[in-house]
């Protein structure tokens, strides 16, 4: 399987890619191809375009949760599709894995929407959506995990978040898009329900913005006794956050454009 970023926070000096603060990642192999997220605009297909990749054929879109940054581009896949259609070029069905609560109102402390900022039913003209709150194997290595549960606490108050593990020959390679169901929760879940102990490489969001350095060490001092071998935190990490975990594992670089294989 191979997995390129085709949105973060960061992008590198002289690959002529942008960035935004979202996220999106594709995910192929020789007969699947599985969207992860689609940012916050048009950012993801713009960088997949410079990037050579087609997403006209994508089989997938799994929605880690429903904020807009994560969402948002579903709006401009949906246009390009139908200008695509228009033009009669004929699409393969597409089918979106999100968890129940996925595109429900999400509010700010301002009362400002911050989920989908669209109408989820304007999307069935062209998109089959599955919700499952179960895990789905979307390929024979590659599964939707549903509805995490919280059996270690969490600060977070949304229950929408949701993730993919990929079975590796190496061990778990974890997807995250923010880990708001808590970090230990979502890989402690992903190696229960796969019968897989260990973990290869985790990347995506962790949501550790402005948190407590005992916070931090808690989480740095799981992924040390879990010997995670390859961990790119992204999107919602800060600096701060990723050199006291440096202390504990091998953090890595995630930028637009990174491309990752896994066997």
Not at 37 to 53: E, M, P, Q, R, T
Not at 214 to 228: A, C, F, S, T, W
């Amino acid at each position: 399987m191979e997995l390129t970023v085709l949105v973060d926070n960061n992008c590198k000096i002289d690959c002529n890619l942008l960035a935004e603060p979202a996220l999106s990642f594709l995910l192929q192999n020789e007969y699947h191809k599985v969207l992860f997220d689609c940012g916050y605009s048009d950012v993801f297909i713009k960088n997949a375009y410079k990037l050579g990749l087609d997403l006209s054929d994508v089989t997938d879109i799994v929605i880690s949760h429903g904020h807009n940054d994560h969402t948002g581009g579903l709006l401009r896949l949906d246009a390009l599709y139908r200008k695509m259609l228009k033009a009669g070029i004929s699409l393969n069905m597409k089918t979106i894995f999100a968890v129940p609560d996925a595109f429900d109102v999400k509010l700010d402390r301002n009362s400002n929407n911050i989920g989908f900022p669209g109408r989820v039913e304007d999307l069935c003209d062209i998109f089959e959506i599955d919700y499952s709150s179960e895990c789905i194997w979307l390929t024979p290595r590659l599964l939707f995990l549903g509805v995490i549960p919280k059996v270690y606490e969490t600060v977070y108050k949304y229950d929408d978040d949701t993730a993919l593990v990929y079975k590796s020959d190496d061990g778990l390679v974890i997807i995250s898009g923010c880990s708001h169901v808590g970090t230990k929760n979502l890989i402690d879940y992903a190696r229960k329900v796969t019968g897989e102990d260990r973990v290869d490489t985790f990347i995506g969001g962790v949501h550790l913005v402005d948190k407590s350095e005992y916070r931090v060490r808690e989480i740095g001092l799981y992924l040390k006794d879990l010997n995670v071998k390859n961990f790119y935190p992204c999107h919602c990490c800060d600096l701060n956050s990723k050199l006291i975990l440096s202390e504990y594992v091998k953090v890595k670089e995630v930028y637009s454009g990174l491309k990752l294989t896994f066997k």
